[in-house]
Each structure stands twice: as C-alpha cells, then as structure tokens.
T-cell receptor, first 115, second 113 residues
Framework: GQQLNQSPQSMFIQEGEDVSMNCTSS?????WLWYKQDPGEGPVLLIA?????ELTSNGRLTAQFGITRKDSFLNISASIPSDVGIYFC???????????????FGQGTILTVHP | DTGVSQDPRHKITKRGQNVTFRCDPI?????LYWYRQTLGQGPEFLTY????????KSRLLSDRFSAERPKGSFSTLEIQRTEQGDSAMYLC???????????FGSGTRLTVV
C-alpha cells in the first residue's frame, strides 16, 4: 500500500544534539500526525497538525505542517537518551480538526542517542 | 480509562492453523481500527469500524481474514489457514469522531512457523 516517504531512515546522535526528520507525499493530506514507537509497543501520538503552515510544539518537540500539504517536519531539541525509538509520520485525508479515518504511515526514522 | 487493550501480546502458531486476536478499545471511542506492521515498516491499514459497522477494508485483508465488532464494543480479528507471510505485529487503535489522533494498543505479535 501507499506509504509516505520519511527521511532519514536512521540517525545516530549524541545526547544534547538537535534532531530533524521529515516526511513527504505525492498526495495531499489535510492532517499530519507524528508518533513514537518503542520496541514491542504500539505507536504513541506526539503531535497532531491540522492546518497548512501550522507550527506546533510539545515540550522539546516541534512539528510543522507544510504549506503544500504534502510534507511535514519534526524537530527534537536537546535530545536525551529516552528519545530513543522509532518516529513515524502519518497522514489523514480528513480536514477540519478531525483525526479519525485511515492513516497512511511513513517507513519510520530510527533514532539512537548516545549518552 | 486503561487505554486500548490487545490480547494476546504474542502468538506463535503453526502454518495452516487459525488464530483470533481481541481488541478492547477505549470505552467511549466509537471508531476502531486494525493495522498490520511488519519489521522495518510503518503500520498499514487493514480495516475499521464505526460502532458495529465495518466501514472499510483494505486490499491487504484477504479472504482468510475476518474482523468483527459485535455490539460496537470489543473487536476480534481472525486469520484462517495462517501463512508465514502473516507473521507481523497486529495493532488495534480507537478514536472518537473528532479529537487528537488515535490511541493505539500495544499490539499482538504473530509468528507463523
């Protein structure tokens, strides 16, 4: 099935460094979501974006909904060891602040943080 | 509210056997979703329910797969005549019609040997 193009596939960084990852699509999505998944667990929602151009923060995490509605970015500032995990972007076709419906996921970015 | 519960967490089965997984969504959530995730990939949509009605099924859901949500509460996903290619993590999620994203369960890891 269709998946979003997420990059990079993996990152190895030192504790304290900032991290950026992005997600692109050939199709328009009206809602973008960012999830984190730990081994053996389900994805946990980090940030939801509902409007093109929107910039939203959640603690050290900041995400942006691209103006074209075909991309999104996630930044993590001052990384810590517990940031380790797999980060997924996901898009929804639904607009208007709703986030139900069929999610299309990226392939994930594996983040490793060295103390 | 204990979140979305899935049972079992792990299942090992022999090829050709039938397996059934259960998902208990967050009680007030009227939408329930099933996804499948293979190693190194993001989750892929299988099917979803609004209350007890199954509204959409992916092409990934072959005839060997069936999902039910009797009474609009818990859901079951059954795989008949399992194949090695069915080995994956099966994730359940639930949501309201509006709100901030889904809540996923911890998944059922299926291994077909």
């Amino acid at each position: 099935g269709q998946q979003l193009n997420q990059s990079p596939q993996s990152m190895f960084i030192q504790e304290g460094e900032d991290v950026s990852m992005n997600c692109t699509s050939s199709s328009i999505f009206n809602t973008w979501l960012w999830y984190k998944q730990d081994p053996g667990e389900g994805p946990v929602l980090l940030i939801a974006l509902y409007k093109a151009g929107e910039l939203t923060s959640n603690g050290r995490l900041t995400a942006q909904f691209g103006i074209t509605r075909k991309d999104s970015f996630l930044n993590i500032s001052a990384s810590i060891p517990s940031d380790v995990g797999i980060y997924f972007c996901a898009g929804l076709p639904n607009a208007g602040g709703t986030s139900y419906g069929k999610l299309t996921f990226g392939q994930g970015t594996i983040l490793t943080v060295h103390p | 509210d204990t979140g979305v519960s899935q049972d079992p967490r792990h299942k090992i089965t022999k090829r050709g056997q039938n397996v059934t997984f259960r998902c208990d969504p967050i009680s007030e959530h009227n939408r329930l979703y099933w996804y499948r995730q293979t190693l190194g990939q993001g989750p892929e949509f299988l099917t979803y329910f609004q209350n007890e009605a199954q509204l959409e099924k992916s092409r990934l859901l072959s005839d060997r797969f069936s999902a039910e949500r009797p009474k609009g509460s818990f859901s079951t996903l059954e795989i008949q005549r399992t194949e090695q290619g069915d080995s994956a993590m099966y994730l359940c999620a639930s949501s309201l019609l509006t709100g901030d994203g889904y809540t996923f369960g911890s998944g059922t890891r299926l291994t077909v040997v």
